[in-house]
């Protein structure tokens, strides 16, 4: 039996309606943070890479992951928003960014899971400078297959690091957002902010400690390096 086949099974048991294709590669959209860790940690134990995917909006229309052993991860089914206090909301990574923000017609396709994991992209500076700092903690799965909270709030220095800083601009190598608690109250409404240190903090996508640095601590095994 073929390690795909084995994976395959394997995914069948956890939520075989969250399976969208099993060949040429697997494809799966959890409708759980808890479906999505064990689908996760089963792409490790059949050493599997992991790729995810938001809205597809960094993506081509014709885009297809022709790579071996490799599983895709959609954030699709991982939407809404969840009450916490009068203070704070946690929201799904698959929630659309635009449904976050008043006004907010230049993130038509954007999760707030791709927001996040995204490179800067200009016009996106008041977006981004009004959400980071609303970051009291991310949900993430790391590379051993395990669910971490990642303390905020988030700043877009890039001496100015919460433990959720080292996610922002990450493209999801790092692990994969699930959700992110943040303060209230909603929608949010842009400010205009000066973005010239948002775009020294984080045009090239790193923060002040290198990719390279973290990943022995995220993600040891390289499950998110496809």
């Not at 399976?19 to 940690?41: G, K, N």
């Not at 220095?157 to 943040?182: K, P």
């Amino acid at each position: 039996m073929s390690a795909q086949t084995e994976l395959t099974s394997q995914l069948r048991e956890i939520a075989e309606q969250s399976i969208l294709q099993e060949e040429p590669y697997p494809v799966v959209a959890p409708a759980s943070v808890e479906d999505a860790t064990a689908m996760i940690r089963a792409a490790r134990d059949h050493s599997f890479r992991v790729m995810v995917l938001g809205s597809g909006s960094s993506f081509p229309e014709d885009f297809s992951l022709h790579r071996s052993n490799v599983m895709a991860v959609l954030s699709v089914k991982l939407t809404g928003m969840e009450p916490l206090s009068p203070f704070t909301v946690r929201v799904y990574c698959g929630t659309p960014a635009a449904a976050l923000f008043e006004n907010a017609e230049n993130l038509p396709r954007r999760t707030l899971g791709g927001l996040l994991c995204s490179i800067y992209r200009s016009g996106e500076e008041s977006v981004l400078s009004n959400l980071w700092p609303r970051i009291r903690q991310l949900q993430v799965i790391t590379g051993l297959g395990e669910l971490h909270h990642l303390a905020g709030p988030a700043g877009f220095q890039a001496y100015d690091c919460g433990a959720a800083n080292v996610l922002l601009g990450s493209r999801g190598r790092l692990g994969m957002i699930t959700a992110a608690e943040l303060l209230c109250p909603f929608p949010i409404v842009e400010r205009n902010q000066d973005g010239d240190s948002l775009r020294a903090a984080y045009g090239s996508g790193e923060t002040s400690i290198s990719r390279t640095d973290l990943q022995p601590l995220f993600d040891s095994s390289g499950l998110f390096q496809w």
